[in-house]
């Protein structure tokens, strides 16, 4: 059977399923500008209303700014790093709801907002992979191990992003939030990859960047839950990580 070298374990596996946002491509460089955007759209239409935001700002989705109000980074526990779209749109139009404006039109709203803070990720398309990514995806082919990705995002957003990264053709199974009844950290959506990998738990590893898939893949019987923290605070926040790494230089599929 293949195996994954991680430092100094040795691990036998058929199989990865891989988290996608700050896992396979840097979170931040894909989702930061949109996020930011969409934070001061709404910002800008409570001011329209007369209202404010009733959290601080940072508190809101958890993005993380400097001094000068630049983005630097996200709450890796937070609503933006493992929230679904469908709870991102109700967090956000409860503070228009606060500030007097209909359930429904509130939610009308911010899907708006939402759209057009998409339009500079779809011009941009900044999806980078994450560092040494790319290495290990190749020594996993070469091992024979089978490979799929498990999102709260949607899943043609997913094979969309998978394109601009060019690693499609990579993967055998995508599953997206739309997929199953309940995502993260529930395992139904893990155990829909296995299947269609065919493959069983315990010959599959699980790499994620937030606890919520840590989580799942204790709950689905996975061999193995590897986070990866570039930052180096994962301890504070993969509590469910059998192991943690900085980057995927640390893997070797064989």
Same mark, same amino acid.
């Given at each position: 059977m ?7 374990q040795t691990?036998?596996c058929r ?7 700050g ?12 996020a ?7 910002v800008?239409h ?5 209202a404010?935001?009733s959290?601080?700002k940072?508190?809101l ?8 109000g630049q983005?630097?980074?996200?709450d890796?526990?937070?609503?933006l790093?493992?929230g679904?779209? $469908?709870?991102?749109?109700a ?8 500030a ?5 039109e509130?939610?009308?709203?911010v899907?708006q907002?939402?759209?057009?803070a998409m339009?500079e990720? $779809?011009?941009?398309?900044s999806?980078?992979p994450?560092?040494g990514?790319?290495d290990?995806l190749? +020594?996993c082919?070469r091992?024979?191990?089978?490979l799929?990705?498990?999102?709260s995002?949607t899943?043609s957003?997913?094979l969309k992003?998978l ?6 053709d990579?993967?055998?199974?995508v599953?997206?939030?739309d ?7 529930d ?5 829909l ?16 960047? +937030?606890?919520?898939d840590m989580t799942?893949?204790k709950?689905?019987?996975?061999a193995?839950?590897?986070?990866i923290?570039p930052?180096g605070?994962?301890p504070d926040y993969?509590?469910?990580?059998d ?7 640390s893997? $070797?599929?064989?």
């Amino acid at each position: 059977m293949p195996a994954i070298r991680i430092h100094d374990q040795t691990v036998p596996c058929r199989g990865i399923l891989f988290d996608k946002d700050g896992t396979l491509l840097d979170f931040l460089q894909l989702w930061g500008n949109w996020a930011q955007t969409l934070t001061e759209l709404l910002v800008a239409h409570l001011g329209v209303l007369g209202a404010e935001l009733s959290v601080p700002k940072p508190r809101l989705i958890g993005l993380q700014y400097n001094a000068e109000g630049q983005v630097i980074g996200y709450d890796k526990t937070g609503p933006l790093a493992m929230g679904t779209e $469908e709870e991102m749109t109700a967090l956000l139009a409860w503070q228009l709801y606060a500030a007097g404006v209909p359930w429904n039109e509130a939610l009308v709203q911010v899907r708006q907002f939402s759209v057009s803070a998409m339009v500079e990720v $779809e011009k941009h398309r900044s999806a980078q992979p994450m560092p040494g990514l790319n290495d290990f995806l190749n +020594s996993c082919e070469r091992a024979g191990l089978r490979l799929g990705v498990v999102t709260s995002d949607t899943t043609s957003e997913a094979l969309k992003h998978l394109d601009w990264l060019g690693f499609r053709d990579r993967f055998q199974s995508v599953v997206g939030r739309d997929r199953v009844a309940k995502g993260k950290p529930d395992p139904e959506m893990a155990f829909l990859a296995m299947r269609e990998l065919g493959i069983a738990p315990e010959e599959c590893i699980v790499i994620g960047d +937030s606890n919520a898939d840590m989580t799942m893949g204790k709950q689905a019987g996975a061999a193995l839950t590897i986070g990866i923290a570039p930052d180096g605070g994962g301890p504070d926040y993969l509590l469910d990580a059998d192991r943690i790494i900085s980057s995927y230089r640390s893997l $070797e599929a064989y």
